[in-house]
């Protein structure tokens, strides 16, 4: 890779070291289906400019992705005809340069949202520009741009781990030195040498998912959408992946938007995250503005002698109360107003208390708040 290119306030792309070719056929063929200090816009004050369409050029400018009101229902079914409302009305705005994190319940639209903004689904509503070109009319113009990984891909059985990328190297107009390198440097940056040779049918669910990542990176995307990217990875390979994920986003700048359903993942690498559900996208902002935005509470942690004394949980404030031994767990509305309100109380009740810890709700947390 050339390392001259930096994040991308400070860099513009190497184009002329592009691949070119037919990325579209490329796209088509996949099948339908940070933790650094580079500052992020929030959403609101991404949507919050002026003009007509909201934001004004500028922010509009370092979006990578900007999609309105999606919509997209499928029709299934010969005899007795189905139809499934996957989005209704999915509106997202990713800056560049970010790692954006989709998390939501099973059904509830990211593989569908993520195939749109990739051009191999066409909506029946809304709008989406990704680098600024519109997803449905110019889907020439972003293919060779961007990629897709998904968690289940699946590529031709009978083909080796250097013949799948050399394969998609070609569909980008990519040949000689330059691919053979490129597939190289991906077969070690995915750790997939010792499999070099092995058939794709016969490599494990991990080792087909890293092939799966590899083959996203062949035309250096400057949008990276992964469904799912570490899915039935055993743990060491996960975290050698996310590091990946953020070194991408640091050294070239990549955007990233990635669906998982690993709440530690999306805490660690995601500067925003968007919750779907039900085809709508519910909440969004950073996994911190989430918990606040969500207010499941924080849960105040309480060893005390003797254990749970009568009435506690029915202190202001005190949304509910758990004992577990001689722990009780008090979770509250807010941390910093009830704490002292509760060590008053229990001070006058002569309570001893040995221990006192203050924890924010997990993401999980809010995550089951939100798909309830
Ligand atoms: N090709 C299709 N034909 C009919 N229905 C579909 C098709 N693809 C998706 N759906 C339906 O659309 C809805 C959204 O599916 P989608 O795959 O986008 O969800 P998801 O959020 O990615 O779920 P998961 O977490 O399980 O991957 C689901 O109800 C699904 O059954
Ligand atoms: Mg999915």
């Known amino acids: 890779m050339n390392p001259s290119r930096g994040p991308p306030s400070q860099r513009s792309r190497n184009r002329a070291a592009r691949p070119g070719g037919s990325a579209d056929a490329a796209q088509r063929h996949e099948g339908a289906g940070a933790t650094d ?7 609101e004050r991404v949507h919050g400019g002026n003009g007509p369409r909201g934001p004004c050029y500028d922010t509009w400018a370092m979006l990578a992705v900007d999609a309105r009101d999606l919509v997209k229902t499928f029709r299934s079914g010969w005899f007795r005809r189905r139809q499934t409302q996957a989005l209704r009305g999915a509106t997202l705005a990713v800056p560049r340069g970010a790692i954006f994190g989709l998390l939501g319940p099973n059904g509830a639209g990211k593989t569908t949202l993520l195939s749109i903004l990739a051009t191999l ?6 709008s989406a520009t990704v680098l600024g070109h519109d997803v449905v009319r110019e889907p020439f113009a972003i293919r060779r741009r961007l990629n897709m990984a998904s ?5 031709v059985w009978s083909l080796r781990p250097a013949e799948v990328l050399t394969f998609y190297g070609r ?7 330059v691919l053979r390198d490129r597939v190289d440097e991906l077969i070690a940056r995915c750790e997939l040498g010792p499999h070099r040779r092995t058939e794709y049918n016969e490599l494990s669910t991990g080792l087909k998912q890293r092939l799966a990542f590899a083959k996203a990176l062949i035309n250096d995307p400057e949008v990276l959408f992964l469904d799912e990217p570490t899915l039935g990875l055993d743990p060491d390979v996960s975290i050698r992946i996310r590091a990946q994920i953020a070194e991408l986003r640091r050294d070239r700048g990549t955007t990233i938007i990635l669906t998982t359903h690993y709440m530690r993942e999306a805490e660690e690498l995601c500067d925003t995250i968007a919750f779907i559900k039900a085809g709508r996208i ?11 935005q969500i207010r499941i509470g924080e849960v105040i942690e309480l060893r005390l002698d003797p254990a749970a004394p009568e009435r506690l949980g029915e202190l202001p404030g005190v949304l509910q109360l758990q ?24 001070h006058e009740r002569a309570v001893l208390v040995r221990d006192c810890q203050v924890r924010e709700p997990e993401l999980e947390e809010v995550f089951v708040e939100l798909a309830r």
Do not use: H
């Open 37 to 43: 200090s580079t500052p992020f816009l929030l959403p």
């Open 151 to 155: 968690g289940n891909a699946s590529f």
């Open 171 to 177: 569909l980008y107009g990519m040949g000689g030195k």
């Open 323 to 346: 004992v577990k031994g001689e722990r009780v767990e008090c979770t509250v509305d807010t941390a910093e107003k009830r704490l002292p309100e509760i060590l008053r109380w229990l």
């Open 121 to 126: 689904l066409l909506p029946d509503g809304g």
């Open 282 to 292: 519910l909440a969004q902002g950073s996994a911190d503005e989430l918990k606040r």
